[in-house]
């Protein structure tokens, strides 16, 4: 009997002594956290993604609370977020853009074809260092998917050798064109009406040999457009988004259809 | 006996025997020549001729433009046709100069004239090295001037000519070496004049015995320069492996040759500079092999610099008829670049065109599996660094490990590893892939 209750006894004082011993160190060592930060965290999407330039959404919120990042930092953010954001942050909203992947290229296997046999990492990265010309257009997309494999949102496919983007789920957070070896992807804004889809900076007839769905550098676009949006450039048509009034009328004239509604 | 080597290595069946006996032929272009302006390591050179310019045999087309960059010359006669973009072996459109060959081959003045190298200083010898244009033949297309000018020359123990050619199927170096052996010795004598405390020596592995006779008997009676033959072993021509052979001294990181007080250069740079410094003949050809199972008659040619692929395989006779050739290399199998194309020119730097009718790394791709850790990739690996774990890293795009734990960056790219491994991994290219995005982030 006596045993049983001096180890009772002893484990009791042991325990209130660790117990005494956590609370000290609990005040010692207390790390003070921004009870802001969870809230803000909480509004952010939680893909890590990194398309803030922040190591993931954690890193975000920290950020966006210390100041050194803007409340609308998170491209992926919807404006309503942003606005919850802002709120906690006590500051005023700031009006986002909402932005999406464009792919400059609509070079699939059936306008395009294979000029030779890549064996080796199914990458486009890899693919371009290997310095072979898997395509016989030089400028258009590989669809090896690194874009796919980048992409957090489950929004780019290569479909029958060329990548697309899916707008719905795509969130606009660039980490595609961050990795596109050819340059191929642009953020635009999703309201955007039209955009070329081909990057093809070769001549005229040395497109029209490679791909059927390439610029030609006509420009037959800029003298129908009528609000002077079209420029060719290096024998590739731009659009000023700005100044696109979305009538279409170039996207008939276009002979190779590379003009594309969004 | 068994000779001396370097630790590491692997034997590749050598494919020599295609085109080891055949002598060398000079074969003259028929078609334009394209000059591209980076064929050299460094900044690309500044053109100084025009469009509609008349030019002649060894003119100056494009003059050095900064410290770490090389002339080119013309090494045909004719009219300048354009300054544009062109393809070029690396599969990018860089800017060329093309001449409209007239077939005549007028030299230019001067081009030609004996001089002896006896009176001639230091400097003026480097001079005329760097006027002919002349970078590492051998395949890295370092600008040979400066390789020849370090800081300490007092200190350079070995200037070593590099005849190892341990790549398979390239046999120019050896038939150079079989013809040209005086020649080669007077050229490397004439390194050895800007470096006093030095010896030459002369590197030549044991599967070229008559290249290794031919270069002792031009040694007979010369001072300082000897010749060394080793272990048939590859990657025995790497620099790496050379000074380790040579000197018994191991590169550190970031050390370059000269630190080890060793210079290395290729037996065709070695008789470039003898042309250049002798007889006033800028670079203007180059010995060149054509080889493999998909060549009707492989051969070593002396052609000009900026002859189109397609031309030299034509020389060659062709694919032979019923054959299916299945990959064209620019270079030799281990370390070669896959041409998708042949209308591209020859720089001075590649030595050798190889068409082979199986696919290797189609084949090594339908087999491949995942990693054994067999460890034989860390076996054969002349830098003594680790294939298995810089794979993991580089696939995981862990670049800071890649870089600063395993040292990745210090790999040649000798292709060792993915010759040797039984799971067939593409080892090399993930290398070649970590390398160069990691330098991509360096830049920014």
């Given at each position: 009997m006596a045993g049983i209750v001096i180890a009772t006894l002893i484990v009791g004082v042991i325990g209130l002594l660790i117990g005494a011993a956590l609370v000290a160190a609990g005040k010692k060592f207390y790390v003070e956290v921004d009870e802001r930060e969870a809230l803000v965290r909480e509004c952010l999407p939680g893909n890590n993604c990194g398309g803030c330039g922040q190591a993931g959404c954690d890193a975000a919120a920290a950020a966006i609370v210390k100041g050194e990042a803007e409340v609308n930092v998170c491209p992926v953010c919807s404006q309503e977020a942003v606005e919850k954001i802002s709120a906690i942050m006590g500051v005023d909203a700031a009006a986002t853009v909402k932005k999406r992947a464009f792919v400059r290229c609509l070079g699939t296997c059936e306008k395009t074809s294979?000029?030779?046999?890549?064996?080796?990492?199914?990458?486009?990265?890899?693919?371009?260092?290997?310095?072979?010309?898997?395509?016989?257009?030089?400028?258009?997309?590989?669809g090896f998917g690194s874009c796919v494999e980048a992409c957090a949102f489950d929004a780019l496919h290569v479909k029958e050798g060329a990548a697309v983007v899916d707008p719905e789920k795509c969130t606009g957070c660039g980490r595609c064109a961050a990795v596109c070896p050819k340059n191929l992807i642009e953020l635009i804004r999703s309201d955007?009406?039209?955009?070329?889809?081909?990057?093809?900076?070769?001549?005229?007839?040395?497109?029209?040999?490679?791909?059927?769905?390439?610029?030609?550098?006509?420009?037959?676009?800029?003298?129908?457009?009528?609000?002077?949006?079209?420029?060719?450039?290096g024998n590739l048509a731009h659009i000023d988004y700005e100044k696109c009034v979305g009538c279409e009328k170039c996207m008939e004239k276009c002979p190779a259809k590379v003009i594309v509604r969004l | 006996m068994l000779r001396k080597t370097f630790q590491g290595g692997v034997h590749p069946a050598d494919g020599k025997?295609?085109?080891?006996?055949?002598?060398?032929?000079?074969?003259?272009?028929?078609?334009?020549?394209?000059?591209?302006?980076?064929?050299?390591?460094?900044?690309?050179?500044?053109?100084?001729?025009?469009k509609g310019d008349l030019v002649l045999a060894g003119q100056l087309l494009a003059e050095a433009d900064g410290f770490v960059s090389a002339n080119i010359v013309s090494s045909c006669s004719g009219k300048v046709k354009a300054l544009e973009n062109r393809k070029t072996v690396a599969g990018l459109s860089v800017p060329c100069i093309v001449v409209e060959n007239d077939s005549s081959y007028t030299l230019a003045d001067g081009v030609g004239a004996e001089t002896d190298a006896a009176n001639l200083t230091g400097q003026e010898i480097l001079d005329k090295i760097k006027a002919a244009g002349i970078i590492g033949l051998g395949g890295a297309g370092f600008p040979t001037h400066v390789k020849l000018a370090p800081k300490n020359p007092q200190e350079i123990e070995y200037v070593i000519a590099n005849g190892a050619e341990c790549e398979?199927?390239?046999?120019?170096?050896?038939?150079?070496?079989?013809?040209?052996?005086?020649?080669?010795?007077?050229?490397?004598?004439?390194?050895?004049?800007?470096?006093?405390?030095?010896?030459?020596?002369?590197?030549?592995?044991?599967?070229?015995?008559?290249?290794?006779?031919?270069?002792?008997?031009?040694?007979?009676?010369?001072?300082?320069?000897?010749?060394?033959?080793?272990?048939?072993?590859?990657?025995?021509?790497?620099?790496?492996?050379?000074?380790?052979?040579?000197?018994?001294?191991?590169?550190?990181?970031?050390?370059?040759?000269?630190?080890?007080?060793?210079?290395?250069?290729?037996?065709?740079?070695?008789?470039?500079?003898?042309?250049?410094?002798?007889?006033?003949?800028?670079?203007?050809?180059?010995?060149?092999?054509v080889s493999g199972d998909g060549v009707k008659s492989p051969c070593n040619l002396m052609v000009r610099i900026g002859t189109s692929f397609s031309e030299v395989l034509l020389e060659a006779g062709g694919i032979p008829e019923g054959v299916k050739a299945k990959k064209l290399l620019c270079g030799g199998p281990m370390m070669g670049i896959a041409l998708a194309s042949l209308d591209v020119p020859i720089c001075k730097n590649n030595n050798a065109l190889t068409v082979l009718c199986t696919d290797p790394v189609e084949e090594a791709q339908k087999a491949q599996t995942a990693c054994l850790r067999c460890g034989r990739c860390n076996q054969v690996c002349p830098l003594g660094l680790t294939p298995q774990m810089m794979a993991v890293a580089a696939e995981k795009k862990n670049y800071e490990r890649y870089e600063k734990k395993l040292y990745g960056l210090e790999c040649i790219a000798c292709g060792s590893c993915t010759y040797i491994c039984p799971a067939k991994r593409p080892l090399m290219q993930l290398f070649k892939q970590a390398k160069a995005e990691i330098m991509a982030a360096k830049r920014k």
């Amino acid at each position: 009997m006596a045993g049983i209750v001096i180890a009772t006894l002893i484990v009791g004082v042991i325990g209130l002594l660790i117990g005494a011993a956590l609370v000290a160190a609990g005040k010692k060592f207390y790390v003070e956290v921004d009870e802001r930060e969870a809230l803000v965290r909480e509004c952010l999407p939680g893909n890590n993604c990194g398309g803030c330039g922040q190591a993931g959404c954690d890193a975000a919120a920290a950020a966006i609370v210390k100041g050194e990042a803007e409340v609308n930092v998170c491209p992926v953010c919807s404006q309503e977020a942003v606005e919850k954001i802002s709120a906690i942050m006590g500051v005023d909203a700031a009006a986002t853009v909402k932005k999406r992947a464009f792919v400059r290229c609509l070079g699939t296997c059936e306008k395009t074809s294979v000029k030779c046999n890549y064996v080796g990492i199914h990458d486009c990265r890899s693919a371009v260092l290997s310095g072979l010309s898997v395509w016989e257009c030089d400028y258009g997309c590989l669809g090896f998917g690194s874009c796919v494999e980048a992409c957090a949102f489950d929004a780019l496919h290569v479909k029958e050798g060329a990548a697309v983007v899916d707008p719905e789920k795509c969130t606009g957070c660039g980490r595609c064109a961050a990795v596109c070896p050819k340059n191929l992807i642009e953020l635009i804004r999703s309201d955007t009406k039209a955009a070329v889809a081909c990057s093809s900076r070769a001549r005229g007839p040395e497109v029209k040999k490679v791909c059927a769905a390439g610029c030609l550098g006509c420009k037959l676009c800029t003298k129908q457009c009528e609000a002077e949006a079209i420029q060719v450039e290096g024998n590739l048509a731009h659009i000023d988004y700005e100044k696109c009034v979305g009538c279409e009328k170039c996207m008939e004239k276009c002979p190779a259809k590379v003009i594309v509604r969004l | 006996m068994l000779r001396k080597t370097f630790q590491g290595g692997v034997h590749p069946a050598d494919g020599k025997e295609f085109a080891r006996n055949v002598p060398y032929r000079t074969y003259l272009p028929k078609g334009d020549l394209v000059f591209p302006l980076n064929q050299h390591i460094g900044k690309p050179a500044r053109p100084v001729v025009q469009k509609g310019d008349l030019v002649l045999a060894g003119q100056l087309l494009a003059e050095a433009d900064g410290f770490v960059s090389a002339n080119i010359v013309s090494s045909c006669s004719g009219k300048v046709k354009a300054l544009e973009n062109r393809k070029t072996v690396a599969g990018l459109s860089v800017p060329c100069i093309v001449v409209e060959n007239d077939s005549s081959y007028t030299l230019a003045d001067g081009v030609g004239a004996e001089t002896d190298a006896a009176n001639l200083t230091g400097q003026e010898i480097l001079d005329k090295i760097k006027a002919a244009g002349i970078i590492g033949l051998g395949g890295a297309g370092f600008p040979t001037h400066v390789k020849l000018a370090p800081k300490n020359p007092q200190e350079i123990e070995y200037v070593i000519a590099n005849g190892a050619e341990c790549e398979p199927y390239i046999t120019c170096d050896d038939q150079l070496m079989r013809t040209k052996g005086s020649e080669i010795v007077e050229g490397l004598k004439i390194m050895l004049r800007l470096f006093p405390n030095a010896e030459g020596v002369i590197l030549i592995e044991e599967n070229k015995p008559e290249a290794i006779k031919a270069m002792e008997q031009a040694c007979v009676g010369q001072e300082r320069v000897r010749v060394q033959a080793v272990q048939t072993k590859y990657p025995q021509g790497g620099e790496r492996s050379i000074i380790s052979v040579v000197a018994g001294k191991h590169l550190k990181l970031g050390m370059l040759p000269a630190d080890a007080g060793c210079v290395v250069d290729n037996v065709a740079t070695v008789h470039a500079i003898y042309r250049a410094v002798c007889k006033s003949e800028p670079v203007m050809e180059r010995g060149f092999t054509v080889s493999g199972d998909g060549v009707k008659s492989p051969c070593n040619l002396m052609v000009r610099i900026g002859t189109s692929f397609s031309e030299v395989l034509l020389e060659a006779g062709g694919i032979p008829e019923g054959v299916k050739a299945k990959k064209l290399l620019c270079g030799g199998p281990m370390m070669g670049i896959a041409l998708a194309s042949l209308d591209v020119p020859i720089c001075k730097n590649n030595n050798a065109l190889t068409v082979l009718c199986t696919d290797p790394v189609e084949e090594a791709q339908k087999a491949q599996t995942a990693c054994l850790r067999c460890g034989r990739c860390n076996q054969v690996c002349p830098l003594g660094l680790t294939p298995q774990m810089m794979a993991v890293a580089a696939e995981k795009k862990n670049y800071e490990r890649y870089e600063k734990k395993l040292y990745g960056l210090e790999c040649i790219a000798c292709g060792s590893c993915t010759y040797i491994c039984p799971a067939k991994r593409p080892l090399m290219q993930l290398f070649k892939q970590a390398k160069a995005e990691i330098m991509a982030a360096k830049r920014k």
